[in-house]
Nanobody
Framework: QVQLVESGGGLVQAGGSLRLSCAAS????????MGWFRQAPGKEREFVAA???????TYYADSVKGRFTISRDNAKTMYLQMNTLKPEDTAVYYC?????????????????????WGQGTQVTVSS
């Protein structure tokens, strides 16, 4: 069992940066594959990025590739560094965790691959 708490959201102007954090409870954080999703008003939740257990492998949605960076440390925290933000990045951002290993991170684009979810943090990008 793991509990996830996101933080770091806020209001930023287009072109600016934010760093989201996802703090995890439990002693087995390093065994979870982790991901970020987002949901804009009136839209379905969509995949943003995923990271392997070791942090050595990452996978991104095309819409954020080159602008966002996912990472994790040994202190039970995952991050999403968001640069060159655009108004279309406005959404509630969620972190998620998967117990089982994922042979290919590309499968982690689906919500049903994850076992645990955080409550979300709002990111608003003004034009």
């Amino acid at each position: 069992q793991v509990q996830l708490v996101e933080s770091g959201g806020g209001l930023v102007q287009a072109g600016g940066s934010l760093r989201l954090s996802c703090a995890a409870s439990g002693r087995t954080f390093s065994t979870y594959v982790m991901g970020w999703f987002r949901q804009a008003p009136g839209k379905e939740r969509e995949f943003v990025a995923a990271i392997s257990r070791s942090g050595s492998s990452t996978y991104y949605a095309d819409s954020v590739k080159g602008r966002f960076t996912i990472s994790r440390d040994n202190a039970k925290t995952m991050y999403l560094q968001m640069n060159t933000l655009k108004p279309e990045d406005t959404a509630v951002y969620y972190c998620a965790a998967r117990r089982e290993q994922a042979r290919f991170l590309s499968i982690m684009v689906s919500e049903d691959r994850y076992n645990y979810w955080g409550q979300g943090t709002q990111v608003t990008v003004s034009s």
